[in-house]
């Protein structure tokens, strides 16, 4: 499984450390929130709601060079619009692996 | 070249305005999260290019661009490869940008902004039989069809069957959606549930069509508009 990495903002910022440092910021602020608010919607069964968070938090996996988990996300979030939650504990382990590296920035 | 950026994104927006660094006759006016906000600035305000996203919860990116009479060129970043299709139906989009957005692919996204063009319109740029390829999603993958090589699309449940000679394509899609996409001057939606191609048509009946050894059930309203469209002696 391939692990998060900065990768990709590294390249876009060319040595900006001020960008880099506003892109670390955002992800620590918005990534717990939107996590919370993913679980949240889920466990209420709000399907539409928790498409819209997983297609907000898909894009910070291709951020942070999870190409694989974007797709993977991807499918998830056509999952969820049509009720169905198989790939839910994959999906979760990718924010639990994410999670864990955002706290470590 | 004056360009602002409309994505629902703060990070994408950083991106986007980082990207921009690099050339420097790029300058970027403005920023929103919110596409309604860019519409009130427009109103006052003229730019020579927009980065929009397409996925945005009040105001999506094609709603946007059918609020303007004379839009400029129209950058799409998005994380989103299923709009591609449709993204270039409009005249004013001149490229597709996938998130993450790559330096390489910024660049040539920017020369293409960078070139002189007529002023464009917020019209479809052809009709949709320009297009001769159907992409659908199939067990994760976009698998393209030969859109002239489908004779026939029926409703299932959820599901639509996409039926070419070759192969039957069971697709989660909606008879309406795939007939948005389908070029009209050669597929007609006959009854409730079918969509059929008119070239493929070996015999009709008072109520029904015959399309390869299927009798498709025909409605008077579809009749009248089949007979309007098939080189009748």
Redesign the interface.
Known sequence: MKEPNLDYINQIAGGDESFKQNITTILKKEFPIEMAAFYKSYQMKDFKETANIIHKIKYKFSLLGLEDDLELASYFECEVKSGKTELFPKFESILEKIDLFIKSL | MKCIIID?????R??VR??C??FQHIQILKEFSDAIDAVKYLNDNSVDVIFLDI?M?TFSGFDFIKTLKTPPKIIITT??RNFALKAFEYHCIIDYLV??I??QRFSKAIEKASVDEEPHTNEPKAPLDHFEYLYV?LD?RLIKIDIPKIYLVEANG?YINIRTVKKNYVV?STLKKIEEKLPPNTFLKVYRSFIINISEIEDIEDNSILIKKRVIPMNRGSKKELMKRINLL
Do not use: C, T
């Not at chain 2, 629902?8 to 994408?12: L, N, Q």
């Open positions: 629902y994104d703060e990070i994408s950083l991106i980082q990207l660094v690099n996925y919860p994380s989103d998130k993450p790559s330096k999603s994760r959820d989660h």
